[in-house]
């Protein structure tokens, strides 16, 4: 905000030494001691390097943004937090990471609910511990090497491996620590006549690398393949091991869906006065999905789902799934009472719908109920525009309905039914990334950040929340550099540093 910084201080590599910079409003770029601009007024970059030993005095009430990748360690996080001196005493940390490291430490932590720093913390100390033993592999290796080398300078050299089927031909398996060690022991010792050419200190110096590595190695695996491959390390370094989670999903069956009187969509004033049971959208996010943070979104309370819309499946037991995740209806025909109120239907409950909505006479009513494809109308709601000449809405009555001037009457009578927060909702509901009308995109800014000033304090933005929403709905693909994506990136950079609407 220009309230808090005057520039970016930043560590410029591209210099013959290398040096601090400040880069001013006015594109003015200076050296840190030449600058008139102080380090605590400017916004600071650090980047990996300079997260070890460099000391920016900062403002007292400074607050960070440190980001984490996967398999970081411990000394790596706490180096980048120790640039913060007076951290948890004025100062603030903010972590963050994508949504594969988050994965991870949720499935290592197993929180309860939201990801606290305790957690990052207790992940960075589980890579610690795994990278400090694999590290075994490769110390001891060089320790059997140098043992079995002493004062031996024709095992030195080691026979040049060429063929491509010598350097990549075996492949990747999982072996302990311990394992590993012993067969890198048992080559070095075969490739240089065994311990009969060892010296007596360069076979006790033998024996404790064993007993280190049996000390500290029994509980963990390593990716090896054969330790005399000169180009083991290089593989190391570059394999990327990718973990893949199965998650065994319960066998489920479809469920039959139930009749009810659908003429009675004619005669109720809103879904909760039908003869059937109806469940209001932030309950059904609240009580039928995971996780529970998505109830931080402040849905409309306009929209009403059908036990037919949430019911899909059971399990092979009769019972019907808790969590609806995995099994979401697509969004396809709403019902729009005169109120304003939105009721989420299924295709069968819309099948029959339909044929009542044509043949049943309506004649004289003032307040009808609306019959919607939330496709054609969503798009319409993105021109903001009435005068569509396709037929996007079907009222309950009988009329001329090929008369443009009826059409147009009808469009305005539906139009002014509809609430922008309603519409906003089940478009989000619904996995949409893309909202090209302005009161919609302030419409769900609204939706995910505190709901007043009193709040700020205490409530937190659902700036992160969407995302599961549109993971739900198989979209995760559409939502990078989209409306959705920008909305979440100003809330949350609103809530973190005071995000000024005027940068």
């Not at 040049?160 to 590993?180: D, I, R, W």
């Not at 006549?193 to 024996?207: D, F, I, R, V, Y």
């Not at 006479?361 to 494809?373: A, K, L, M, T, Y």
């Amino acid at each position: 905000p220009r309230s808090i910084f005057k520039g970016v201080l930043f560590f410029d590599n591209e210099t013959y030494t290398g040096q601090w910079m400040i880069l001013e409003r006015s594109g003015r770029c200076l050296p840190k001691n030449q600058s008139p601009i102080s380090e605590r007024d400017a916004f600071v970059i650090f980047d990996e390097p300079r997260c070890r030993g460099s000391d920016i005095k900062l403002r007292f009430d400074a607050r960070a943004l440190l980001t984490i990748g996967p398999g970081m360690c411990k000394d790596k996080l706490m180096q980048a937090a120790g640039r913060l001196r007076q951290l948890d005493r004025g100062q603030s940390l903010l972590i963050v990471g994508g949504k594969d490291v988050f994965a991870k430490i949720r499935s290592y932590c197993a929180p309860q609910n939201e990801i606290v720093s305790r957690d990052v913390l207790q992940w960075t100390m589980k890579n610690t511990v795994q990278a400090t033993a694999n590290g075994l592999s490769n110390w001891s290796s060089q320790g059997f090497f140098f043992v079995t080398t002493f004062r031996k300078p024709n095992y030195a050299v080691e026979d040049e491996k060429l063929e491509l089927g010598q350097l990549y031909g075996e492949k990747f398996s999982q072996n302990t620590v311990v394992k590993a060690v012993e067969l890198s022991r048992k080559y070095h010792f075969a490739r240089t006549g065994g311990k009969a050419n060892l010296s007596h200190a360069c076979l006790e110096m033998a024996n404790k690398i064993e007993i280190q590595v049996n000390r500290y190695g029994h509980d963990f695996t390593t990716s090896l393949r054969g330790v005399d491959e000169e180009c083991e390390r290089e593989l190391e370094l570059e394999l990327e091991e990718e973990e893949e989670i199965e998650e065994e999903v319960p066998r489920m069956i479809p469920i039959k869906e139930t009749y009810w009187d659908f003429s009675t969509i004619f005669t109720a004033d809103s879904p909760a006065t039908l003869p059937i049971t109806v469940q209001i959208l932030p309950r059904v996010v609240q009580r039928q999905l995971t996780p529970s943070s998505l109830a931080n979104i402040k849905w409309s309370d306009r929209v009403y789902c059908t036990q037919n819309f949430l019911d899909s499946v059971a399990n092979l037991e009769g019972a019907k799934t808790v969590y609806i995740n995995k099994f979401l209806r697509l969004v396809d025909v709403v019902i729009i009472f005169p109120n304003g109120m939105l009721l989420l239907i299924s295709e069968y409950e819309a099948d029959s719908i339909l044929q009542l909505f044509w043949n049943h006479p309506c004649e004289g009513r003032d307040s009808i109920p609306h019959f919607f494809h939330y496709n054609f109308v969503t798009r319409m709601a993105d021109t903001e525009h009435l005068l569509q000449k396709p037929l996007l809405v079907l009222p309950a009555v009988q009329r001329n309905l090929s008369s443009p001037t009826y059409q147009l009457q009808q469009l305005k009578t539906f139009w002014s039914m509809l609430n922008i927060k309603t519409v906003t909702s089940v478009r989000l509901f619904a996995g949409e990334t893309m909202y090209f009308a302005n009161s919609q995109k302030e419409a769900l800014e609204a939706m995910l950040l505190p709901g007043s000033q009193s709040q700020t304090n205490t409530a937190k933005s659902a700036s992160g929340e969407p995302e599961k929403i549109i993971e739900m709905r198989g979209l995760l693909h559409l939502l990078p550099y989209s409306d959705l994506e920008q909305i979440c990136i100003y809330c949350a950079c609103k809530e973190f540093g005071g995000y000024s609407d005027e940068e």
